[in-house]
């Protein structure tokens, strides 16, 4: 008797073992996270994961697949997605009644499970669209490609009829045995295609982000599930705090730091849990507004402990921040309570993990070793009580099409989110952001705590946990931001700050690469001892720069710091004062809280510079755009000084003006996309275009192969790469590709004739220690001897 596989590596699995197993994971997830769904609902969706797992790979039933799996030669006739999806929408019309949407979602699924979702329409017969209520023109979609699929489905079925006894057992043991039969005696691709273009159509004429939710909850439990199987990833069972444990463990660490600033952010806390506690039942939008250094750390992750506490138990915490640097600080401050409690060292992952494209790769359970490819699906699954990630993370989960990012789609479900600084996020996608949120409340049952120093304006319903939120700004004044509205050049600004500056700790922050090397250069050259700080140096000596500086600052010495926006992405350090070329206010605020920060000292000075190049264009229009930086400029020309308790004022202010000024076309346009489940098509402006980070075409990495550690890793690539064995291969780069990045440098490409590139490697361009020598050095980083504008 013939024996069908799904997989032969990296581990052998018989087909019916590895349907059960995609079954099992994906009803676990849903049934998990089910708390929210109506009755009926929750059994259409059990129904449908039911449905998707026992047909996602009908196709591997072939002989030509089994052969492929051998050979692993691919051609038409081995590929699996389309005749599976076309018997998932089969089974799905018998067992759904008319005009559900689910035979048209079991279809897509199916059919985009091995890769990114594709618009639906590209894979049904040519039709035309009647004029529907988003789009104003007809749009015909023609699928060229389609007769083919259709013809290989037909001979694949034919293959499949071969050996129907042997299929039919495996579908009879789990419910679908007539229907398989039903199936290859019936089937009609042309007409289940037929009855699915007209809920397509139907859809279209009735847009809902609802369908786009339900949509990718089951995608993305049958994308999961199938991972987990294809890998044999054993799924640890999460692990979540307990609110009173963690506490007393906290109060334990700051029993003897007893300071004004702590008994402010101490009563900040106790309003904050008190607040949750009266309020929980009656919210799902919170919010929390204190100023930078006041705590708020805690005081987000232990309202979200306590809300876990008051729903039940058992919901992640997903703790999203903007950027990476400030994700390992949160990490650091949330791991050292945890340290402490009774079995986190035991299984570290399990309770608590950080996940971002450079976090390392490794999960920690007393249960279970896991390898490189095993721990990432676990990461990319957020398979843990407490994660911290960021907004890239989050929201390009929340609003995407892609198969990486859609896996933990399902697992935020339920989940409670602290979103910080979520005036990080560009202002264009305010709107978007503030709508998928909503949604995401809706749909998936998370519970939100908004949290900032400057709060944006969104999610204008959050409910502040904060009694008196406005009253904690005026309780300080450890700054004042002092703006000087004449514009200068590089060497009348040295010129004008050198004395200013003489005797205490300074940090001077630039807009462009260009502009701080200058600056620095200059005022070396005037004998002041200044440090410097951009992603113009190597990751790993930036680490031990900043390292170094805080040390330097913690014991007193009088620090002059050049550095770009990288210093305002949470670097937690105090100067005396700080000079800040003229970018968005909100930039300029973050910048002031690396001004005494502890409030110390007496007030601190932040002047507010304009910075202009040899054409007399401002430093910062090259990074921000006009926008944002003249609203800007003409809020601060009203005033000679701005003490720290006006910072709450003026941002809102600010926030308001730029809102107003900013089109919301593009965060519009990504509405209507979610509304009609347009992923990736011509029209307007598709899921698949959102991104938190833009692109830059114009750049190219580098790595610095500077000393023996960095040399040592490239080589293990280079060995990596010959590695015939998909698995072997990917652990081995996995192995190594923190230590990579640690080494290289984003560059702008017209320094690409400098780079002499490797001949056994033409993917990825380094130098050798001997280029190295010419070409980068320590202080900072690498050498540039032309102009460039090229920002962090």
């Keep these: 008797m013939m024996a069908f596989y799904s997989h032969k590596q990296p581990v052998q699995k018989i087909m019916i073992d590895h349907i059960n197993e995609v079954m099992r994971i994906a009803l676990k997830q849903i049934m998990k996270t089910a708390s929210t769904d109506e009755a009926s609902t929750y059994e259409e969706k059990i129904n449908a994961v039911k449905i998707l797992s026992a047909c996602h790979d009908f196709g591997k039933y072939t002989t030509y697949f089994q052969e492929y799996l051998d050979s692993k030669k691919k051609s038409p006739i081995t590929n699996h997605g389309f005749v599976s999806a076309v018997f998932g929408a089969y089974i799905a019309f018998n067992l759904f009644e008319e005009g559900s949407i689910l035979p048209l979602i079991i279809y897509s699924a199916i059919l985009h499970h091995h890769g990114n979702i594709e618009n639906v329409s590209k894979d049904l017969p040519k039709t035309i669209r009647a004029k529907s209520l ?33 299929i039919e057992k495996d579908y009879e043991s789990i419910g679908y045995g007539k229907l398989f039969n039903d199936f290859l005696d019936n089937c009609n691709i042309e007409k289940i295609l037929s009855k699915l273009i007209q809920i397509e159509f139907t859809f279209s004429r009735h847009p809902s982000s609802d369908y786009y939710f339900l949509h990718n909850i089951l995608y993305s439990a049958l994308i999961s599930a199938d991972k987990i199987s294809a890998s044999n990833t054993v799924i640890p069972e999460e692990k979540y705090a307990l609110f009173d ?66 729903l039940g138990g058992n919901r992640k915490i997903i703790y999203v921040l903007p950027y990476t640097s400030i994700i390992n600080q949160c990490y650091e401050s949330i791991h050292e309570l945890f340290d402490c409690y009774e079995d986190y060292k035991e299984d570290s992952s399990r309770y608590l993990i950080k996940h971002h494209h450079l976090a390392n790769i490794e999960y920690n359970t007393s249960e279970t070793d896991y390898d490189k490819d095993q721990a990432e699906l676990l990461l990319n699954n957020w398979v843990s009580g407490s994660i911290i990630t960021t907004f890239v993370q989050f929201l390009e989960t929340l609003v995407s099409n892609k198969n990486k990012m859609l896996m933990k789609f399902n697992n935020m479900r339920d989940a409670i989110v602290i979103l910080d600084e979520v005036q990080a996020i560009d202002i264009e996608y305010f709107k978007l952001v503030d709508y998928i949120i909503k949604q995401a409340v809706k749909n998936l049952g998370i519970k939100i ?16 946990l904060l009694d008196d939120a406005q009253s904690y700004f005026s309780m300080f004044n450890r700054t004042r931001l002092i703006p000087r509205m004449n514009r200068i050049t590089i060497e009348e600004f040295v010129d004008e700050y050198a004395h200013i500056i003489e005797g205490k700790s300074c940090l001077i922050v630039c807009n462009t690469i260009n502009q701080s090397l200058k600056v620095f250069e200059q005022l070396r050259d005037r004998g002041i001892n200044a440090e410097y700080l951009s992603s113009n140096i190597l990751p790993i000596h930036r680490r031990q720069k900043v390292e170094n ?15 770009t926006q990288v210093i305002e992405a949470g670097v937690d350090m105090d100067f005396d004062m700080v000079i800040r070329d003229i970018g968005p206010l909100d930039s300029i605020i973050q910048c002031a809280g690396r001004c005494n920060r502890n409030g110390k000292r007496s007030i601190g000075a932040v002047y507010i510079t304009q910075i202009v190049d040899e054409n007399n264009h401002l430093y910062s229009y090259r990074v921000y755009g006009n926008t944002a930086v003249n609203i800007t400029i003409n809020i601060l020309s009203e005033y000679e000084v701005i003490e720290e308790k006006e910072y709450y004022r003026l941002i809102n202010e600010y926030f308001k003006i730029v809102q107003e000024n900013k089109s919301a076309e593009v965060s519009e346009e990504l509405i209507r996309s979610i509304e009609s489940m347009n992923f990736d098509g011509e029209f307007g402006k598709p899921i698949s275009n959102f991104s938190l980070i833009k692109n830059n075409p114009g750049y190219i990495d580098v790595i610095f192969r500077i000393d023996e550690c960095i040399e040592e890793a490239y080589q293990k690539f280079l060995h990596a790469l010959k590695e015939k064995d998909y698995k072997n291969k990917r652990n081995m780069i996995l192995e190594i590709r923190n230590v990579i990045n640690d080494y290289t440098i984003s560059l702008p490409a017209k320094y690409y004739r400098k780079f002499a590139k490797e001949k056994n490697n033409e993917s990825i361009i380094s130098l050798p220690y001997s280029d190295c020598i010419n070409l980068y050095n320590e202080t900072t980083g690498f050498i540039r001897q032309e102009e460039d504008y090229y920002i962090f």
């Excluded at 389609?146 to 129907?164: F, H, M, S, V, Y």
């Excluded at 705590?449 to 502040?464: F, G, R, S």
């Design 134 to 166: 988003l789009f104003d023109s007809i749009s015909s979609f023609g699928v060229p490609q389609l007769d083919g699929k259709i013809k290989t489905a037909k001979k694949q079925l034919e293959d499949i009829k071969c050996n129907r006894d042997i």
């Design 245 to 310: 444990k963690l506490n007393d463990i906290r109060i334990n660490k700051f029993k003897d730091k007893i300071s004004q600033i702590n008994s402010i952010r101490q009563s900040i806390f106790n309003s904050v849990i008190s607040n949750m506690e009266k309020e929980w039942k009656n919210r799902n939008i919170f919010s929390i507004t204190s100023p930078t250094g006041t705590g708020k750390t805690y005081a987000g992750y232990f309202a979200a402990l306590k809300l876990n506490e008051l």
């Design 449 to 464: 705590i908004l949290m900032t120093a400057t709060k944006p304006l969104i999610l204008n319903d959050a409910y502040e």
């Design 549 to 563: 500086v805080k040390k330097k600052l913690e014991n007193g010495e009088k620090v002059i710091l050049v550095s």
